[in-house]
């Protein structure tokens, strides 16, 4: 039993799902265990981590057990409205969110843009399933939970293998390795060794620009994928099929084939909008000439997930384009 005498700091675990809480059918199960579908709720995962008491009181909160390519827009709703009541409680220290990591960064930056976090809220999730032989999950959602603790920190972060990324640019970049998430070129904005947990820069992640309730009416908004031969048949369908914007993860320097050129120019002329990301995974679209003169967006450092998600956020508060297009330059 901890002893709860000491002086703990309470902070609340809401289990999601995910590799995080998976369990392998024995411990060299490290990259089937999806197929028993079997994950274990916030509580149990607490206890098989056997950190209750230690570093922080922790109150877990049962939200999904699903593997994290199932969420949905509803899910990030009940999700932000969850982190909103418990950040009333002035006993709470923070909230650790666990997470399944496919999908782990896209989460992470929708709460960033929806929630006002005075505390903080950290996104965890492992590589290795929870029963895997050396997993990491119950390495870090320690980590998170000293994080979720920490006084001077606030705002919406992610915790994976002892480093602090921002959300904004935090990227799984990995299929396998327990160091997937990195920030790539941009580093981890801190680091947790052992008890000490360490900013090393700020976090530049836009906080709490979207009221929360306008993830319920997300439009349509799909991401077109650039490679030689691409003809612009995906965007004609993503607006056939109702999107109301696309994000063109483009070649490097921010452009797609000219036969997609020519597609996004014609979407945009029936009313469209287009913002340009790279499907590099780094670096910054520039707002180019060329860009201006087809009425393109700009997507800046935003990689094409994160600009998917601004861009739904954008269009469901009715912004017009001129109003995406600042508000993308302003980042
Ligand atoms: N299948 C997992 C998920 O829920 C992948 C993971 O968590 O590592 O995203």
């Not at 024995?26 to 209750?52: C, G, M, P, T």
């Not at 939200?63 to 009333?88: K, P, Q, Y």
Request: proline share 5%; hydrophobic share 45%.
């Amino acid at each position: 039993m901890p002893d709860w005498n000491i002086m703990l700091s309470k902070v609340a675990f809401i289990g999601t799902g995910g590799t995080i809480a998976s369990l392998g059918k024995d411990q060299f199960d490290l990259l089937d265990y999806n197929a028993s579908n079997q994950r274990v709720d916030a509580a149990s995962l607490i206890e098989h981590a056997r950190i209750q008491g230690k570093i922080a009181e922790i109150i877990p909160i049962n939200f999904r057990e699903i593997d994290s390519t199932a969420l949905t827009n509803e899910d990030w709703a009940e999700l932000a409205e969850v982190c909103f009541g418990l950040m009333e409680d002035p006993d709470l220290a923070g909230i650790v969110i666990g997470h399944g990591t496919a999908s782990l960064e896209e989460t992470a930056w929708v709460l960033s843009l929806v929630l006002k976090a005075k505390k903080p809220v950290i996104l965890t999730g492992s590589m290795r399933p929870l029963t895997g032989i050396s997993t990491d999950a119950h390495a870090n959602l320690a980590a998170a939970v000293r994080v979720a603790s920490t006084s001077s920190i606030t705002g919406v972060l992610v915790v994976v293998n002892d480093e602090i990324h921002s959300p904004r640019l935090v990227t799984k970049t990995h299929t396998l390795r327990v160091g997937a998430f990195q920030s790539p070129w941009a580093g981890p904005v801190g680091y947790v060794d052992g008890p000490f947990v360490r900013m090393s820069k700020s976090d530049n992640a836009p906080q709490s620009v979207f009221p929360h309730l306008l993830l319920r009416s997300l439009p349509r908004v799909d991401i077109t994928y650039s490679h030689i031969g691409a003809d612009g048949t995906a965007a004609r369908a993503f607006a056939a099929a109702g999107a109301k914007g696309i994000v063109s993860a483009g070649f490097g320097p921010g452009m797609g084939t000219p036969a997609e050129t020519a597609a996004l120019r014609d979407l945009i002329e029936a009313g469209l909008v287009v913002v340009q990301s790279s499907r590099t995974g780094s670096g910054l679209i520039v707002d180019s000439a060329q860009h201006r003169q087809l009425g393109i967006i700009a997507g800046g450092d935003i990689g094409p997930e994160k600009a998917r998600i601004l861009l739904a956020l954008c269009l469901a508060r009715g912004d017009s384009r001129d109003d995406i297009e600042r508000l993308f330059l302003s980042l």
